[in-house]
């Protein structure tokens, strides 16, 4: 069934209306006229608090996005993705990364066939190696203890795992080094390896096909590296490497174990795989247990997002606050700051999550979009930012709406700093919301001349989400808040959230010129002149 333009639904008419009126009102008007608002405009879901009240919107505004909602059936498309429907329509699959961390007798069918069982036989093999190796149970090829865990992996088997490991850093088991390998730029190997001793170093190669060219090339350099150290002795492999993949048959030609090999499925797309075994990385840092906490969050927040009504559900809420900022108030990017130092990757998984996901021109039927779709996310941790480009959201000519995140208690008391860093936090938003007027800066007694540079427009909408502390838990509830709000986006744009042909097409591009830059024998190049002038240019500065 053909789904109706968006942009002809009657809510998004409306929409498109009621935009005229908001635009005339600024965010001090709208708190001056409902002295509760900012009380009034939050929502609580699974223990994280949001406070939607510094957004450019009203009580209209909430109900014309929630009948948008209702008209794109956002209600059935979240049962349908929570049912294992094949949502993915170009890849033809279910988007299941809710069973990841769904409890043990829950069922969920895809092709007729419960995978919840699947689910915790692989959690509970993930378990057992994670504890042997935290125990020291599991051993280097010439019995010593694995000290150093290296992943190699790249976009979705690399930025999860790095961002969670950072995130968790305070609960992980400090006597052992994580690193983390990505890029095929041999810097990235070399440096992250080259303190490391192979005989106490355990690879996790995580790669959901076990075909992408960044990460087999780090496998394989990964390889030599250690036999140097075992002097060619193949078996040592064995002990020094595993593997997390659905392709099990490229593991084993890779000569890792089959028992050493922990599985996923098709149904978890890459940026949606941190709770699968690609968490391989974040279970031996932070074991078995806080992982679990992680997976515990995670699905308070599913159940949340399934079952609570959309006027305080926070993925829905967050959503459509997106589609508002970007579809009406012409916003084209998110800044994500989060005031936790610990969060420090956050905004750079959140990039792929958002980005990956809603980077899309047509609709799922494949007709061009006439409206905008995923903004653009960027971010650094809070105070840092404040030193460089707040500056542009405060007083620049763009609209940049920002996610603030911010927790109650600090992992790491020290002095007074976490009151420092709540002060900031609420200050940016207050500063960003209300401004400051040229009466208010004269009154303070700039001259003249100043009073323009330090006049604040205001009226720039942010939203405050405040947890209690940054554990595993709420990670998870944290991730899995983007990863529906994302979703909710998606549906509202009628595009395909869970596909990426545009990094497919990366995939393939270098592939064809890799000969080129490295035959001996001058090429036959078929490019365009630039392309052509490169590779000329690149093989003589490298002497050929
Ligand atoms: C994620 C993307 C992409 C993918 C990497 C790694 O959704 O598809 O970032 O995760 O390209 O792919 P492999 O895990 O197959 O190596």
Same mark, same amino acid.
């Given at each position: 069934?053909?789904?109706?333009?968006?942009?002809?639904?009657?809510?998004?008419?409306?929409?498109?209306?009621?935009?005229?009126?908001?635009?005339?009102?600024?965010?001090?008007?709208?708190?001056?006229?409902?002295?509760?608002?900012?009380?009034?405009?939050?929502?609580?879901?699974?223990?994280?608090?949001?406070?939607?009240?510094?957004?450019?919107?009203?009580?209209?505004?909430?109900?014309?996005?929630?009948?948008?909602?209702?008209?794109?059936?956002?209600?059935?498309?979240?049962?349908?993705?929570?049912?294992?429907?094949?949502?993915?329509?170009?890849?033809?699959?279910?988007?299941?990364?809710?069973?990841?961390?769904?409890?043990?007798?829950?069922?969920?069918?895809?092709?007729?066939?419960?995978?919840?069982?699947?689910?915790?036989?692989?959690?509970?093999?993930?378990?057992?190696?994670?504890?042997?190796?935290?125990?020291?149970?599991?051993?280097?090829?010439?019995?010593?203890? /694995?000290?150093?865990?290296?992943?190699?992996?790249?976009?979705?088997?690399?930025?999860?795992?790095?961002?969670?490991?950072?995130?968790?850093?305070?609960?992980?088991?400090?006597?052992?080094?994580?690193?983390?390998?990505?890029?095929?730029?041999?810097?990235?190997?070399?440096?992250?390896?080259?303190?490391?001793?192979?005989?106490?170093?355990?690879?996790?190669?995580?790669?959901?096909?076990?075909?992408?060219?960044?990460?087999?090339?780090?496998?394989?350099?990964?390889?030599?590296?250690?036999?140097?150290?075992?002097?060619?002795?193949?078996?040592?492999?064995?002990?020094?490497?595993?593997?997390?993949?659905?392709?099990?048959?490229?593991?084993?030609?890779?000569?890792?174990?089959?028992?050493?090999?922990?599985?996923?499925?098709?149904?978890?797309?890459?940026?949606?795989?941190?709770?699968?075994?690609?968490?391989?990385?974040?279970?031996?840092?932070?074991?078995?247990?806080?992982?679990?906490?992680? &997976?515990?969050?995670?699905?308070?927040?599913?159940? *949340?997002?399934?079952?609570?009504?959309?006027?305080?559900?926070?993925?829905?809420?967050?959503?459509?606050?997106?589609?508002?900022?970007?579809?009406?108030?012409?916003?084209?990017?998110?800044?994500?700051?989060?005031?936790?130092?610990?969060?420090?990757?956050?905004?750079?998984?959140?990039?792929?999550?958002?980005?990956?996901?809603?980077?899309?021109?047509?609709?799922?039927?494949?007709?061009?979009?006439?409206?905008?779709?995923?903004?653009?996310?960027?971010?650094?941790?809070?105070?840092?930012?404040? *030193?460089?480009?707040?500056?542009?959201?405060?007083?620049?000519?763009?609209?940049?709406?920002?996610?603030?995140?911010?927790?109650?208690?600090?992992?790491?008391?020290?002095?007074?700093?976490?009151?420092?860093?709540?002060?900031?936090?609420?200050?940016?938003?207050?500063?960003?919301?209300?401004?400051?007027?040229?009466?208010?800066?004269? %009154?303070?007694?700039?001259?003249?001349?100043?009073?323009?540079?330090?006049?604040?427009?205001?009226?720039?909408?942010?939203?405050?989400?405040?947890? %209690?502390?940054?554990?595993?838990?709420?990670?998870?509830? &944290?991730?899995?808040?983007?990863?529906?709000?994302?979703?909710?986006?998606?549906? /509202?744009?009628?595009? %395909?959230?869970?596909?990426?042909?545009?990094?497919?097409?990366?995939?393939?591009?270098?592939?064809?010129?890799?000969?080129?830059?490295?035959?001996?024998?001058?090429?036959?190049?078929?490019? %365009?002149?630039?392309?052509?002038?490169?590779?000329?240019?690149?093989?003589?500065?490298?002497?050929?």
């Amino acid at each position: 069934m053909k789904t109706k333009p968006l942009t002809t639904l009657p809510a998004w008419k409306a929409l498109t209306r009621h935009r005229q009126a908001i635009e005339k009102l600024h965010l001090r008007e709208f708190f001056a006229q409902d002295k509760r608002r900012g009380e009034r405009f939050t929502a609580e879901g699974a223990g994280l608090h949001l406070d939607y009240s510094k957004n450019r919107i009203n009580a209209e505004t909430l109900r014309l996005l929630r009948q948008l909602a209702r008209e794109t059936d956002l209600r059935g498309k979240i049962a349908a993705m929570f049912r294992g429907d094949k949502i993915n329509s170009t890849e033809n699959r279910a988007v299941l990364h809710t069973a990841l961390r769904a409890p043990r007798n829950a069922v969920i069918r895809v092709d007729g066939k419960n995978v919840v069982p699947e689910v915790h036989a692989v959690l509970n093999q993930m378990a057992d190696f994670a504890n042997r190796v935290r125990t020291g149970k599991w051993r280097g090829h010439t019995g010593r203890r /694995i000290r150093n865990v290296v992943n190699i992996g790249i976009g979705g088997s690399d930025l999860g795992p790095v961002m969670a490991y950072e995130a968790l850093r305070h609960y992980s088991d400090r006597s052992r080094t994580f690193r983390f390998i990505s890029n095929v730029d041999g810097g990235d190997f070399v440096e992250a390896t080259r303190d490391l001793d192979p005989t106490e170093t355990l690879f996790i190669i995580s790669s959901k096909t076990f075909t992408t060219l960044e990460t087999m090339t780090n496998a394989h350099s990964a390889r030599t590296w250690l036999l140097r150290a075992f002097r060619g002795e193949a078996k040592a492999v064995a002990r020094h490497f595993v593997a997390v993949s659905t392709n099990a048959e490229k593991v084993s030609e890779f000569g890792i174990n089959r028992a050493n090999t922990f599985g996923f499925w098709d149904w978890v797309g890459g940026r949606y795989s941190m709770n699968s075994a690609i968490g391989l990385s974040t279970m031996i840092a932070i074991g078995p247990q806080h992982f679990r906490a992680l &997976l515990a969050g995670a699905h308070a927040m599913d159940e *949340h997002f399934r079952t609570a009504p959309f006027a305080r559900n926070l993925p829905v809420l967050l959503g459509l606050l997106t589609v508002w900022n970007t579809n009406f108030l012409h916003a084209e990017t998110v800044a994500v700051l989060p005031y936790e130092n610990y969060l420090k990757r956050f905004p750079a998984y959140l990039q792929q999550l958002t980005m990956e996901s809603n980077g899309k021109h047509v609709t799922r039927d494949g007709q061009a979009v006439n409206y905008a779709t995923g903004p653009i996310f960027w971010g650094e941790p809070g105070t840092n930012g404040q *030193h460089s480009f707040y500056q542009l959201i405060h007083q620049g000519t763009r609209l940049i709406p920002c996610d603030f995140i911010a927790f109650a208690r600090p992992l790491t008391p020290l002095g007074r700093h976490h009151d420092l860093l709540l002060a900031n936090v609420f200050a940016q938003a207050e500063a960003l919301a209300f401004g400051k007027t040229a009466v208010e800066v004269k %009154d303070e007694g700039a001259p003249a001349a100043l009073v323009p540079h330090k006049v604040f427009s205001g009226n720039r909408p942010s939203n405050t989400i405040l947890a %209690d502390k940054l554990t595993p838990a709420a990670l998870g509830k &944290l991730v899995a808040l983007y990863e529906h709000s994302v979703f909710v986006q998606g549906v /509202i744009w009628n595009i %395909d959230s869970f596909d990426q042909w545009g990094v497919e097409l990366g995939k393939i591009l270098a592939q064809r010129i890799v000969p080129e830059l490295e035959s001996r024998t001058t090429p036959k190049l078929k490019h %365009d002149s630039s392309t052509n002038h490169l590779i000329r240019r690149y093989r003589k500065m490298k002497g050929k």
